[in-house]
């Protein structure tokens, strides 16, 4: 059974940095994909940033230049470094995965809270 637990979240004033952790357990080899998305107060959920098995990422605008992705196997963990953080990147953060083999699979993390105060 696959779990992803988020971790690294919490306040951080603007400009400051924070690093997200989603640790996954089980199967993390067999993953095609990996992502952070988003959710603010009465938005819907958003991507943020996307990592494939061979480590191509993929960014919203919102972020690029700010934001990276990046993914230890050997850790089973995806990472999230966030810099120049605003007031707009205030959400809770849930992290993704996907694997295509043998069947689409799609797991959630139960997601970690972002404040970023102006």
């Known amino acids: 059974q696959v779990q992803l637990a988020e971790s690294g979240g919490g306040l951080v004033q603007a400009g400051g940095s924070l690093r997200l952790s989603c640790a996954a357990s089980?199967?993390?080899?067999?993953?095609?994909?990996m992502g952070w998305y988003r959710q603010a107060p009465g938005k819907e959920r958003e991507l943020v940033a996307t990592?494939?098995?061979?480590?191509?990422?993929n960014y919203a605008d919102s972020v690029k230049g700010r934001f990276t992705i990046s993914r230890d196997d050997a850790k089973s963990t995806v990472y999230l470094k966030m810099n120049s953080l605003k007031p707009e990147d205030t959400a809770v953060y849930y992290c993704k995965a996907v694997s295509l083999s043998p069947i689409y699979s799609m797991y959630w993390g139960q997601g970690t809270q972002v404040t970023v105060a102006s």
């Open positions: 089980g199967r993390f080899s067999s993953f095609n994909s």
């Open positions: 990592i494939t098995s061979d480590g191509r990422t």
